[in-house]
C-alpha cells in the first residue's frame, strides 16, 4: 500500500464534491490527485519498500 492510500482518500473526496454540486473543488483534487500519483511514481525505491514492508506489519497488528 505504501504512500497510495492517500490517492484513494483524494478519490473519496473528489466525489464528495461532484456529489455535493461543488465542481470547482472536485477539478482542483483531481488535479492534486495527479500530482501525488507523479510524486509517489518519482520515490526513491528504497523508500518505496520500507512503506511497504511497514504496512504489512501494521496489517499483522491488526490480523
Not at 482542483?28 to 510524486?39: K, M, N, T
Request: hydrophobic content about 45%.
Amino acid at each position: 500500500m505504501g504512500k497510495h492510500w492517500i490517492i484513494e482518500v483524494l478519490g473519496d473526496l473528489r466525489i464528495f464534491a461532484d456529489a455535493n454540486d461543488l465542481p470547482c473543488l472536485a477539478r482542483r483534487l483531481e488535479e492534486v490527485a495527479q500530482g501525488a500519483e507523479e510524486e509517489i511514481a518519482r520515490a526513491a525505491p528504497a523508500e518505496t519498500e520500507a512503506d511497504d514492508t511497514a504496512d504489512r506489519g501494521l496489517l499483522r497488528s491488526f490480523g
